[in-house]
C-alpha cells in the first residue's frame, strides 16, 4: 500500500498545489497571460505614443483661449507651466496605478479595484460614449479645418467638407489601428517625429527673435491681470485640454515591453519635454504677437508662420495637420484598448473583447470606437466637446486618483514597484474637485447637467446587462455577438492564436 500511498499523495500534492496557485493569481499577474495582446512597445515607443497623443492641434488653438480668461502675457505662462506640472503629478499618481495593476484600459482596472464594478462600468460607459470619442473627434475637427484652410484663402472652409474630411481621417486611422499594433505604433512613431520638426521650428524662430532683442510685449507682462477663481478655472481647463494624453501609456500596460522600468521612464521623459516645448512655444508666440494680436488671430501657428517663416509659411498648417493626426493615431491606439477591457470583463458587448485571428489586434473595439467618434463630428461644434471632454474626463482623473489614495490603506498587500508620496494624490485630487466645480460656478450651463445625466443613465445599462443580466437582455446581445464574430473573424482572447 506505500507505493499507491506515494502516488495518491503526490496527486493530492499536485492538486493542492495547482489549487494554491490559481488562488494566488492576482490582478498583478494573470492578465498577460490570458490576452494575447503582443508585447510590440518599448521605451522610444511609449515616449512618442506620450509626446504623439499631448501634442496635438492643443498647443496651436489653446493659447489664445488661456490669454482670453487670463488677460496677461506673464500669467498666461505661469498658467502653461502649472498646467505642466499638474500633469505631471496626475501622471506620477498613474504610473505607482500602472505598475501595481499591471491591465490595460487606463482607469477601468483602477477604478474596479478601489471601488468597485459600478464606478468603474460608469468610467467605461462615459469614456466609450463621451470622454474618448470626443476627444478623438475633436483632434479630427480640427485637423480638417488647418488642412482646409489653404484652400480657402479669405474665407472660412465650408463645414461640409471640414466634416467629410474629419470623417476620413478617422476612418483611416481606425483601419490602420486595427490592421496591426505594430503598424499603428510605427505611424505614431513617423507623425511624431513629424510634428517635433514645426514645434522645433516655432521654438528656434522664436528665440532667434528674442535674442535680436523683440521683447517688448514681455514688458509689464503681469498688467490686466483677472484673479478671479472661475477665470483660472477655465484657463486651466483650456490649458490641460492641449496636455490631454499624460495618462495615455496606461491604456496598453500590456502591450509594453518591461513596463515597470518603461512606463514610469517614458512619464518622465515625455511630460516634461512636452512642458518645455510648451513654454517655449508660446514665448515664440509672444516674440512676434502683441496679447491683442495673438486673441485677434484665427490661427495662432498660421500667424506666426506668415510673419516669420514667409515665403515657406505654407510649411505650418502641413505639419499642424501632421500634429493633428499623429494625436488623433495616438488617441485612436490607446482607447481602443478601453473599449476591449471593458467588454473582456463583462461590461460591454461581449464581442468586443475579441481579438482579431489574423492581427491580433482588438480590432472589434478600435472599429466601434471610430464608429461613435464619427457620430460625434455630425454637429462639429468643437467648443462644446470640448467642455464635454474636460468636465467628464477630470470627474474620473480625480476618482481614480482618489482611489490610488484609498488603496493605500485598502489594499496594502499589492506590490507597488513605484510609489509616490502621499500628499501628491491628494493634491492632484482637489485640484480635480477644483476643475470640476470651476467652470460650473463661472459659467453655468445645461451642457453639464446633459453629461451627468448622461453618465448615470449608464446604471441603467448596468443593471439590466452586467447586474441581473436578465434573460430578453441576452437574447438580444448573444445573436449580436455570434453574428459579428462570424463576420469580422474574431475570437475570445483567449482562443488567440500565439
Given at each position: 500500500m506505500w507505493p499507491p500511498r506515494i502516488g495518491s499523495g503526490w496527486k493530492m500534492e499536485e492538486t493542492s498545489l495547482r489549487k494554491r496557485r490559481e488562488d494566488e493569481k492576482s490582478i498583478q499577474s494573470i492578465e498577460p497571460k490570458t490576452t494575447?495582446?503582443?508585447?510590440e512597445l518599448g521605451l522610444f515607443s511609449g515616449i512618442c505614443i506620450i509626446v504623439g497623443t499631448i501634442i496635438g492641434s492643443g498647443i496651436f488653438i489653446s493659447p489664445k483661449s488661456v490669454l482670453s480668461n487670463m488677460e496677461a502675457v506673464g500669467p498666461c505662462l505661469i498658467i502653461w507651466a502649472a498646467c505642466g506640472i499638474l500633469a505631471t503629478l496626475g501622471a506620477l499618481c498613474f504610473a505607482e496605478l500602472g505598475t501595481m495593476i499591471t491591465k490595460s484600459g487606463g482607469e477601468y482596472p483602477y477604478l474596479m479595484e478601489a471601488f468597485g464594478p459600478i464606478p468603474a462600468f460608469l468610467f467605461s460607459w462615459t469614456s466609450l460614449f463621451v470622454i474618448k470619442p470626443s476627444s478623438f473627434a475633436i483632434i479630427c475637427l480640427s485637423f480638417s479645418e488647418y488642412v482646409s484652410a489653404p484652400f480657402y484663402s479669405g474665407c472660412n472652409p465650408p463645414q461640409v467638407v471640414i466634416k467629410l474630411l474629419a470623417a476620413a481621417a478617422i476612418l483611416l486611422i481606425t483601419t490602420v489601428n486595427a490592421l496591426s499594433v505594430r503598424l499603428g505604433s510605427y505611424v505614431q512613431n513617423v507623425f511624431t517625429a513629424a510634428k517635433m520638426v514645426i514645434v522645433v521650428v516655432?521654438?528656434?524662430?522664436?528665440?532667434?527673435?528674442?535674442?535680436?532683442?523683440?521683447?517688448?510685449?514681455?514688458?509689464?507682462?503681469?498688467?490686466?491681470?483677472?484673479l478671479s477663481l472661475g477665470a483660472i478655472g477655465l484657463a486651466f481647463y483650456n490649458g490641460l485640454w492641449a496636455y490631454d494624453g499624460w495618462n495615455q501609456l496606461n491604456y496598453i500596460t500590456e502591450e509594453l515591453r518591461n513596463p515597470f522600468r518603461n512606463l514610469p521612464l517614458a512619464i518622465i521623459i515625455g511630460i516634461p519635454l512636452v512642458t518645455g516645448c510648451y513654454i517655449l512655444m508660446n514665448v515664440s508666440y509672444f516674440t512676434v504677437m502683441t496679447a491683442t494680436e495673438l486673441l485677434q488671430s484665427q490661427a495662432v501657428a498660421v500667424t506666426f508662420g506668415d510673419r516669420v517663416l514667409y515665403p515657406a509659411s505654407w510649411v505650418v498648417p502641413l505639419f499642424?495637420?501632421?500634429?493633428?493626426?499623429?494625436?488623433?493615431?495616438g488617441t485612436c491606439f490607446t482607447a481602443g484598448r478601453l473599449v476591449y477591457v471593458a467588454g473582456r470583463e463583462g461590461h460591454m458587448l461581449k464581442v468586443l473583447s475579441y481579438v482579431s485571428v489574423k492581427r491580433l489586434t482588438p480590432a472589434p473595439a478600435i472599429i466601434f470606437y471610430g464608429i461613435i467618434a464619427t457620430i460625434y463630428i455630425i454637429p462639429g461644434d468643437i467648443n462644446s466637446l470640448v467642455n464635454y471632454f474636460s468636465f467628464a474626463a477630470w470627474l474620473f482623473y480625480g476618482l481614480t486618483i482618489f482611489g490610488l489614495v484609498v488603496m493605500r490603506f485598502t489594499r496594502k498587500e499589492l506590490k507597488r514597484?513605484?510609489?509616490v508620496p502621499i500628499f501628491i494624490?491628494?493634491?492632484?485630487?482637489l485640484l480635480s474637485v477644483f476643475l470640476v466645480l470651476a467652470p460650473i460656478i463661472s459659467q453655468p450651463a445645461w451642457e453639464y447637467l446633459y453629461c451627468v445625466l448622461f453618465m448615470l443613465s449608464g446604471l441603467i445599462f448596468y443593471f439590466l446587462f452586467v447586474y441581473h443580466k436578465f434573460g430578453w437582455a441576452q437574447k438580444i446581445s448573444n445573436p449580436l455577438t455570434m453574428h459579428l464574430q462570424m463576420l469580422m473573424e474574431v475570437v475570445p482572447a483567449e482562443q488567440a492564436p500565439e
Open positions: 494575447n495582446l503582443q508585447k516655432i521654438i528656434i524662430s522664436g528665440l532667434v527673435l528674442l535674442a535680436q532683442g523683440n521683447t517688448r510685449n514681455f514688458e509689464n507682462s503681469f498688467e490686466g491681470t483677472k499642424v495637420a501632421f500634429s493633428t493626426i499623429g494625436a488623433a493615431n514597484p513605484i510609489k494624490p491628494i493634491l492632484v485630487t
